[in-house]
């Protein structure tokens, strides 16, 4: 891992998470993240966060509806609303914005994606990432999901150079249960990892803290988790309680159930002091055990290759 000063982050810099409540109106939905992205901003933060599936309802039956093509970038306006939305969001706010989750549409292969899309201060897209690991799972009189039954995974580690700043990793909701993403991003020196999720009810008080706490555990940078606020009258009720981890897993800001802006100042200093006071970098095992960010990691996606820089 990257622990020299300031080859982590190059200076502090105050993110926040939006936790929204969102309905089937596509419309509307972009219309409310645009005015709490905008009161995000003016408080200060210079990284701002939406939820997973922030432009729709989230399931199954959804993702077909809502499904917007991207590709080949640009898109066209018309078709793609909520590209060009976040993108005057990023722009206008003056912000980096990580923009949760929309289906997307691939028109070529017909293949239907739960994508999150990066854009810069100045609305330029800065890189794509597609949902690796998608939710099928079954706990029986509990939860049932197959978002493989509509969705296809996609196909690279997700690190985004935010140049201000330093790097930040991203994963989308089921991508947090599987550690090695987090592992390869911080051992390329990202200082944050962003996860938009949308845990259920169950999950969600299982595991979504816990989850959080492990990965900034594991890597001892920050941890980032934005969910949707909780609606009971949908279809599809999330847990909420949108968190930001210190990289010793303390809890810096959370949001509860309902609609929520939550914020807080990232620094350098803090991952620094944890490295020297557990120091797992210089300890690893590597000896006995491979370092996983040195195999064949996949940073490109050929479906996405030459659209856009990563």
């Not at 991207?70 to 060009?84: H, N, Q």
């Not at 999901?145 to 509509?150: A, F």
């Not at 169950?202 to 595991?207: I, R």
Request: aromatic residues 8%; glycine residues 6%; negative net charge.
């Amino acid at each position: 891992m990257a622990s020299a000063v300031g080859t982590i982050m190059k200076k502090p810099v105050k993110i926040a998470l939006v936790q929204l409540l969102s309905g089937s109106d596509k419309a509307a939905n972009l219309r409310h993240a645009a005015s709490q992205v905008a009161k995000a901003a003016a408080g200060g933060s210079k990284i701002v966060v939406l939820p997973e599936c922030f432009n729709s309802p989230y399931g199954t039956a959804y993702f077909p509806k809502y499904a917007e093509p991207i590709l080949p970038l640009p898109p066209v306006k018309e078709e793609a609303p909520s590209y060009f939305a976040l993108s005057a969001m990023a722009s206008e706010n003056n912000i980096y914005l990580i923009g949760g989750s929309i289906p997307e549409l691939n028109p070529s292969t017909k293949k239907i994606y739960n994508t999150c899309l990066i854009f810069g201060p100045d609305g330029a897209l800065l890189s794509i990432h597609r949902k690796l690991h998608l939710f099928d799972v079954n706990i029986p009189g509990k939860v049932s999901m197959r978002e493989s039954d509509v969705l296809s995974p996609g196909n690279k580690v997700t690190i985004v150079d935010l140049p201000e700043y330093g790097k930040v990793a991203i994963g989308i909701c089921y991508d947090i249960r599987f550690p090695e993403i987090a592992a390869i991003a911080a051992r390329k020196g990202a200082f944050a990892l962003i996860y938009p999720g949308a845990f259920n009810l169950v999950t969600g008080a299982l595991h979504w803290k816990l989850l959080a706490q492990a990965r900034a555990v594991d890597n001892q940078i920050y941890v980032g988790m934005c969910s949707p606020a909780r609606n009971l009258d949908s279809t599809y009720h999330a847990w909420g309680h949108s968190m930001i981890l210190d990289p010793m897993a303390a809890m810096l800001a959370e949001a509860q159930e309902g609609e929520a802006i939550i914020e807080s100042e990232l620094n350098e200093d803090r991952i620094l002091e944890t490295r020297r006071n557990i120091p797992l970098e210089t300890q690893r095992r590597f000896d006995v055990y491979p370092d996983v960010s040195e195999g064949q990691v996949a940073y490109e996606d050929p479906d996405l290759l030459g659209q856009v820089c990563n």
